[in-house]
Protein backbone atom coordinates (compact mmCIF):
# COMPACT_ATOMS: atom_id res chain seq x y z
CA UNK A 1 0.00 0.00 0.00
CA UNK A 2 0.73 3.70 -0.98
CA UNK A 3 0.27 4.91 2.84
CA UNK A 4 -1.82 8.17 2.20
CA UNK A 5 -0.73 10.54 -0.39
CA UNK A 6 -0.70 14.07 0.03
CA UNK A 7 0.05 16.81 -2.99
CA UNK A 8 1.34 19.29 -3.45
CA UNK A 9 4.47 18.66 -1.01
CA UNK A 10 5.11 22.49 -1.04
CA UNK A 11 3.18 25.24 -1.51
CA UNK A 12 4.47 29.32 -2.06
CA UNK A 13 1.54 31.40 -2.57
CA UNK A 14 0.76 35.18 -2.21
CA UNK A 15 -1.23 36.46 -0.06
CA UNK A 16 -5.17 36.33 -1.11
CA UNK A 17 -4.64 33.45 -3.24
CA UNK A 18 -6.44 30.52 -3.23
CA UNK A 19 -5.27 27.03 -2.17
CA UNK A 20 -5.87 23.90 -2.70
CA UNK A 21 -4.60 20.81 -0.50
CA UNK A 22 -5.44 17.04 -1.91
CA UNK A 23 -5.33 14.08 0.02
CA UNK A 24 -5.66 10.35 -1.08
CA UNK A 25 -6.22 8.13 1.68
CA UNK A 26 -5.26 4.38 2.76
CA UNK A 27 -7.85 2.28 0.82
CA UNK A 28 -10.54 0.98 2.95
CA UNK A 29 -10.12 3.10 5.46
CA UNK A 30 -13.14 4.81 6.55
CA UNK A 31 -12.08 7.74 8.52
CA UNK A 32 -9.87 10.98 6.99
CA UNK A 33 -8.53 13.73 9.18
CA UNK A 34 -6.87 17.10 8.09
CA UNK A 35 -4.21 18.71 10.82
CA UNK A 36 -2.69 21.46 11.09
CA UNK A 37 0.83 21.85 12.62
CA UNK A 38 2.87 25.02 13.56
CA UNK A 39 5.56 25.14 16.24
CA UNK A 40 3.46 28.02 18.43
CA UNK A 41 -0.18 25.87 18.18
CA UNK A 42 1.56 22.15 17.67
CA UNK A 43 -0.67 19.79 15.92
CA UNK A 44 -4.74 20.66 15.67
CA UNK A 45 -7.42 18.70 14.21
CA UNK A 46 -9.21 20.72 11.62
CA UNK A 47 -11.88 18.69 10.54
CA UNK A 48 -12.91 14.96 10.24
CA UNK A 49 -15.00 12.56 7.77
CA UNK A 50 -16.86 9.65 8.19
CA UNK A 51 -17.70 7.75 4.92
CA UNK A 52 -17.07 10.83 2.87
CA UNK A 53 -19.48 12.58 5.53
CA UNK A 54 -17.93 15.75 7.23
CA UNK A 55 -18.12 14.77 11.10
CA UNK A 56 -16.59 17.77 13.21
CA UNK A 57 -15.38 20.49 11.66
CA UNK A 58 -15.15 22.86 14.99
CA UNK A 59 -11.36 22.73 14.52
CA UNK A 60 -12.08 24.52 11.30
CA UNK A 61 -10.66 28.08 11.44
CA UNK A 62 -13.12 30.01 9.43
CA UNK A 63 -15.14 30.54 6.68
CA UNK A 64 -11.93 30.99 4.77
CA UNK A 65 -11.29 27.51 5.43
CA UNK A 66 -12.92 24.41 3.58
CA UNK A 67 -12.67 21.02 2.99
CA UNK A 68 -14.68 18.23 0.72
CA UNK A 69 -14.45 14.34 0.20
CA UNK A 70 -16.33 13.67 -3.03
CA UNK A 71 -15.31 10.49 -2.92
CA UNK A 72 -13.61 7.81 -0.50
CA UNK A 73 -10.38 7.98 -1.79
CA UNK A 74 -10.49 11.30 -2.53
CA UNK A 75 -10.79 14.67 -0.18
CA UNK A 76 -9.45 18.70 -0.80
CA UNK A 77 -8.77 21.46 1.84
CA UNK A 78 -8.87 24.96 0.68
CA UNK A 79 -8.01 28.62 2.06
CA UNK A 80 -9.57 31.21 -0.02
CA UNK A 81 -8.52 33.59 0.47
CA UNK A 82 -5.21 32.71 2.13
CA UNK A 83 -2.97 34.98 4.30
CA UNK A 84 0.09 34.65 5.51
CA UNK A 85 -0.96 33.48 9.19
CA UNK A 86 -2.04 30.43 7.24
CA UNK A 87 1.52 29.07 6.94
CA UNK A 88 1.98 25.95 8.48
CA UNK A 89 2.69 22.13 7.54
CA UNK A 90 -0.77 20.21 6.91
CA UNK A 91 -1.31 16.96 7.21
CA UNK A 92 -4.12 14.56 6.36
CA UNK A 93 -4.38 11.31 8.26
CA UNK A 94 -6.51 8.26 7.77
CA UNK A 95 -8.30 5.43 9.90
CA UNK A 96 -10.27 2.25 10.06
CA UNK A 97 -13.52 1.54 12.02
CA UNK A 98 -13.52 4.47 15.06
CA UNK A 99 -11.72 7.88 14.85
CA UNK A 100 -10.23 7.12 17.86
CA UNK A 101 -7.77 4.37 15.97
CA UNK A 102 -4.54 4.14 15.28
CA UNK A 103 -4.14 7.10 12.24
CA UNK A 104 -1.81 6.68 9.11
CA UNK A 105 -0.49 10.26 8.39
CA UNK A 106 0.65 11.82 5.15
CA UNK A 107 3.84 13.49 4.41
CA UNK A 108 2.15 16.79 4.69
CA UNK A 109 2.19 19.97 2.65
CA UNK A 110 4.27 22.61 3.54
CA UNK A 111 2.24 25.99 2.79
CA UNK A 112 3.88 29.22 2.66
CA UNK A 113 2.02 32.49 2.02
CA UNK A 114 3.90 34.99 1.63
CA UNK B 1 -10.76 21.30 28.77
CA UNK B 2 -9.73 17.86 27.84
CA UNK B 3 -6.07 17.60 26.47
CA UNK B 4 -3.31 15.19 27.12
CA UNK B 5 -0.29 17.27 27.97
CA UNK B 6 3.29 15.89 27.44
CA UNK B 7 6.12 16.75 29.57
CA UNK B 8 9.21 17.94 29.19
CA UNK B 9 8.33 19.97 25.76
CA UNK B 10 12.10 19.67 24.82
CA UNK B 11 14.59 17.48 26.17
CA UNK B 12 18.27 17.21 25.09
CA UNK B 13 19.73 13.99 25.47
CA UNK B 14 23.38 12.86 25.45
CA UNK B 15 23.97 9.59 22.93
CA UNK B 16 23.97 6.74 25.04
CA UNK B 17 21.90 7.86 28.12
CA UNK B 18 18.45 6.81 28.55
CA UNK B 19 15.64 9.51 29.24
CA UNK B 20 11.45 9.20 30.12
CA UNK B 21 9.00 11.34 28.34
CA UNK B 22 5.72 11.57 30.28
CA UNK B 23 2.05 12.26 28.96
CA UNK B 24 -0.42 13.35 31.46
CA UNK B 25 -4.78 13.42 30.79
CA UNK B 26 -7.08 15.24 32.71
CA UNK B 27 -9.68 12.49 32.49
CA UNK B 28 -9.84 8.38 32.14
CA UNK B 29 -8.25 7.19 28.66
CA UNK B 30 -9.64 4.08 27.00
CA UNK B 31 -6.55 3.95 25.19
CA UNK B 32 -3.15 6.03 24.69
CA UNK B 33 -1.18 5.82 21.40
CA UNK B 34 2.12 7.40 20.79
CA UNK B 35 3.65 8.59 17.70
CA UNK B 36 7.27 9.87 16.31
CA UNK B 37 7.53 12.55 14.26
CA UNK B 38 11.46 12.66 12.64
CA UNK B 39 12.51 16.45 11.97
CA UNK B 40 10.96 17.19 8.61
CA UNK B 41 8.68 13.86 8.62
CA UNK B 42 5.06 13.25 9.66
CA UNK B 43 3.61 11.45 13.00
CA UNK B 44 4.14 7.61 12.65
CA UNK B 45 2.27 5.45 14.81
CA UNK B 46 4.46 3.73 17.34
CA UNK B 47 1.86 1.53 20.02
CA UNK B 48 -1.07 1.64 21.56
CA UNK B 49 -1.60 0.71 25.11
CA UNK B 50 -4.97 -0.48 26.88
CA UNK B 51 -4.69 -1.70 29.83
CA UNK B 52 -4.22 -0.13 33.35
CA UNK B 53 -1.03 -0.58 34.49
CA UNK B 54 0.04 -2.10 30.91
CA UNK B 55 3.99 -1.94 29.59
CA UNK B 56 5.01 -2.92 26.30
CA UNK B 57 8.48 -3.03 25.22
CA UNK B 58 9.78 -2.66 21.40
CA UNK B 59 13.40 -2.93 21.41
CA UNK B 60 15.18 -0.06 23.93
CA UNK B 61 11.99 1.71 23.89
CA UNK B 62 9.66 1.43 26.75
CA UNK B 63 6.00 2.26 27.10
CA UNK B 64 3.77 2.74 30.01
CA UNK B 65 -0.18 3.56 30.49
CA UNK B 66 -0.82 4.26 34.36
CA UNK B 67 -3.22 2.08 36.66
CA UNK B 68 -5.56 5.15 37.14
CA UNK B 69 -5.18 4.83 32.89
CA UNK B 70 -4.36 9.38 33.15
CA UNK B 71 -0.85 9.30 32.17
CA UNK B 72 1.59 7.35 30.16
CA UNK B 73 5.52 7.21 29.97
CA UNK B 74 7.55 5.87 27.21
CA UNK B 75 11.10 5.69 28.63
CA UNK B 76 14.50 5.02 26.04
CA UNK B 77 17.38 3.63 27.23
CA UNK B 78 20.78 4.34 25.61
CA UNK B 79 19.89 6.68 23.55
CA UNK B 80 20.55 6.86 19.86
CA UNK B 81 21.38 9.73 17.40
CA UNK B 82 18.27 7.45 15.47
CA UNK B 83 16.06 8.78 18.39
CA UNK B 84 15.88 12.26 17.29
CA UNK B 85 12.72 13.72 16.88
CA UNK B 86 8.82 14.79 18.39
CA UNK B 87 7.48 12.09 20.46
CA UNK B 88 3.39 12.75 20.62
CA UNK B 89 0.89 10.99 22.83
CA UNK B 90 -2.57 11.05 22.12
CA UNK B 91 -6.20 9.94 23.73
CA UNK B 92 -9.17 9.26 22.55
CA UNK B 93 -12.10 11.27 24.42
CA UNK B 94 -15.64 9.69 24.68
CA UNK B 95 -17.38 12.93 25.02
CA UNK B 96 -15.95 14.18 20.97
CA UNK B 97 -15.67 10.77 19.93
CA UNK B 98 -11.52 11.72 18.63
CA UNK B 99 -8.03 11.36 19.36
CA UNK B 100 -7.04 14.56 21.54
CA UNK B 101 -2.58 14.84 20.29
CA UNK B 102 -0.33 16.50 23.22
CA UNK B 103 1.78 19.14 21.73
CA UNK B 104 4.63 16.62 22.01
CA UNK B 105 8.72 16.46 22.97
CA UNK B 106 10.94 17.34 20.97
CA UNK B 107 14.24 15.31 21.64
CA UNK B 108 17.32 16.52 19.99
CA UNK B 109 20.81 14.05 20.36
CA UNK B 110 23.85 15.53 21.64
CA UNK B 111 26.32 13.10 19.92
Known amino acids: DAGVIQSPRHEVTEMGQEVTLRCKPI?????LFWYRQTMMRGLELLIYFNNNVPIDDSGMPEDRFSAKMPNASFSTLKIQPSEPRDSAVYFC????????????FGPGTRLTVL | GQQVMQIPQYQHVQEGEDFTTYCNSS?????IQWYKQRPGGHPVFLIQ?????EVKKQKRLTFQFGEAKKNSSLHITATQTTDVGTYFCAGPYLANNRLAFGKGNQVVVIP
Open chain 2, 27 to 31: TTLSN
Open chain 1, 93 to 104: ASSYGTPRNEQF
Open chain 1, 27 to 31: SGHDY
Open chain 2, 49 to 53: LVKSG
